[in-house]
């Protein structure tokens, strides 16, 4: 009867032993996969982000100046001024051994970031020339009397690039070491479609401002969701793939929490961002004036870096590129690295693909 | 990772994709309203297209899940090109610009309105508003700025101080 069955039964395709194991190793994922998302629906763990020891040096209103100290083995320090608005900057110190300035800071700078803050409705009416003559200048003195060194070089990460090469050209006085600008425009005729939709044919910022007052962080986040809108499928499909990886869930967790943090804009602030900056595109024409003083790029003598993301499509390489041919620097240097606008400087591939060099690149001007 | 067996595949379904997505964009140009089954047929019609090959393909390699994230990465890869090409376009900065315009119109009295009505209530209970508050929290900031600048005379002052008292000095030795 048993034979007889056998006997009956269709033949089976053969199942090679690849198959076998694949399926067995999918099976084993998959569990995992179930166990990590139950955890992250039913059990969420609020991510600890900022993991770097830090000490607060000065404060101005909402901004704050942040000392991150190092062996110091290099002796110029290093002001890091990143965006104002947008999002917050602990994305520069997510996770251990996935942080910029943990980075930094081992390799012996020490590294002072400047952290704009969150600006309410009573800021409506900072500018860009305030962050630039008031704000800045501030910060940037408290940062180089708290590191006691005669010099200092100064990083520009996106929007930070452009407001801290309006403080260096108008404040000559303040001793610069070294400058880099990464990811930061410069040229905002080669923005690419933030300067699409940002035209001033389309766009009218006035009403915008006058309307709203403070931009609100949901239409920031409308504006950046909407460069790339299938940027949630991808992550989300991504986090399942390798939901699996307990390494991959912390680190989805802590860049899900800061991709969803986005921050408001001062109303001034917006409206002299837009119109100067990407409707008239002062700053390379060196049409800008900021505190009564022109801001001329090629007031920037000091070695220069400046770092594009191939992908960049906020700030795209061409538009950073741009500072090279800008400046009156010999000592000057472009680099063209893979990623985005935050993987050049955040995640796994920044700290193959750029750290190292930034760190080199400033080691040997210290 | 997943292997490269249904790399044909892919290959097709990606020209197909920008074959339609050409088509799409010649309809975003002409500036007519989308009919939304025009619209979205070609889409549908290669996903359908690349779906049917594949199932009667059958698997090409042990690696199926590999293979569906590599189909699905190439499905948005794919789907982000096409939508970056049209929002690149002067035509949807434009509509962009038109909505823009209308929700502020909209908007604009609609937040006026809700202002003075929560603004009225409060005063009504003998609260401050929110833009008082708003008022005197500016006013502080200001406050600050002013510190702030006596601050700053008074380390030029003391900076002045010291260089004079060092000129001194070095003037009586």
């Known amino acids: 009867m048993k034979d007889q069955l056998f006997t009956m039964m269709p033949e089976m395709p053969a199942v090679s032993a690849e198959v076998i194991a694949r399926l067995d190793e999918d099976t084993r994922r998959n569990f995992l996969r179930m166990k990590h998302w139950s955890e992250m629906m039913m059990n969420p763990k609020e991510p600890e982000v900022g993991p770097t020891p830090r000490e607060e040096i000065y404060r101005k209103n909402k901004s704050r100046l942040w000392r991150y100290a190092s062996k110091r083995t290099h002796r110029t320090p290093l002001l890091f001024v990143p965006n104002l608005g947008i999002s917050r900057p602990y994305i520069f110190d997510l996770m251990p051994k996935g942080s910029f300035i943990e980075h930094m800071t081992q390799q012996g700078f020490d590294f002072y970031l400047l952290d704009w803050g969150v600006f309410g409705p009573e800021d409506n009416g900072l500018t860009v020339e305030d962050a630039v003559t008031k704000i800045l200048p501030r910060l940037a003195r408290k940062a180089l009397e708290s590191s006691g060194a005669s010099e200092m070089s100064v990083l520009g990460y996106c929007m930070g690039a452009p407001l801290s090469a309006c403080f260096l050209t108008t404040h000559p006085e303040f ?5 880099i600008d990464m990811a930061g425009p410069i040229d905002f005729s080669q923005v690419g479609m ?3 939709w940002l035209d001033a044919r389309y766009f009218d910022v006035d009403k915008y401002v006058d309307t709203l007052g403070t931009i609100p962080a949901d239409m920031v986040k409308l504006g950046f969701k909407l460069l790339k809108p299938t940027m949630d499928l991808s992550t989300n499909v991504n986090l ?3 939901l699996w990886n307990p390494e991959y869930v912390a680190g989805f967790n802590a860049l899900n929490k800061w991709a969803n943090e986005y921050l408001p804009f001062p109303g001034e602030f917006f409206r002299q961002w837009v119109k100067e900056f990407y409707q008239q595109n002062k700053l ?3 049409e800008l004036v900021m505190g009564g003083r022109p801001v001329k790029l090629s007031a920037i003598a000091c070695p220069v870096l400046v770092v594009g993301a191939k992908e960049d499509n906020i700030a795209p390489p061409a538009c950073v590129k741009a500072l090279m041919d800008a400046v009156s620097s010999t000592d000057k240097e472009y680099l063209e690295l893979p990623g985005g606008h ?7 591939g920044a700290s193959t693909h750029c750290w190292p060099k930034v760190a080199a690149w400033l080691a040997a001007r210290s | ?47 359908m297209a690349a779906w049917s090959k594949l199932m009667t393909q059958g698997p090409p390699s042990a690696d199926l899940m590999g293979q569906w994230k590599q189909f699905l990465d190439q499905w948005i890869a794919a789907w982000s090109k096409v939508l970056e090409q049209a929002m690149g376009t002067e035509t949807f900065a434009q509509a962009m610009g038109k909505q823009m315009e209308s929700f502020l119109n909209t908007s604009g009295p609609v937040k006026k309105a809700a202002e003075q009505q929560i603004d009225a209530g409060l005063a009504g209970l003998g609260l ?3 833009s008082q508050v708003i008022g ?14 006596l601050e700053d005379r008074l380390d030029a002052v003391a900076k002045e101080l010291r260089e004079l008292t060092a000129a001194v000095k070095a003037a009586r030795a």
């Open chain 1, 175 to 179: 001793p610069l070491k070294n400058y």
């Open chain 1, 194 to 196: 933030f300067g699409q």
């Open chain 1, 240 to 242: 399942w793939w390798n």
């Open chain 1, 284 to 286: 390379v024409k060196g």
């Open chain 1, 342 to 348: 935050i993987s050049l400087i955040a995640g796994r």
């Open chain 2, 1 to 47: 990772m997943a292997e490269t067996g249904g790399q044909p595949l892919f290959d097709l379904w990606k020209k197909q994709v920008e074959e339609g997505s050409q088509a799409w964009l010649r309809t975003l140009g002409q500036g007519q309203p989308a009919d939304p089954q025009s619209f979205w047929r070609p889409f549908m019609d290669q996903g």
């Open chain 2, 128 to 130: 401050p508003s929110r």
């Open chain 2, 136 to 149: 005197v929290a500016a006013q502080i900031v200001q406050l600050e700025d002013k510190v702030d600048g």
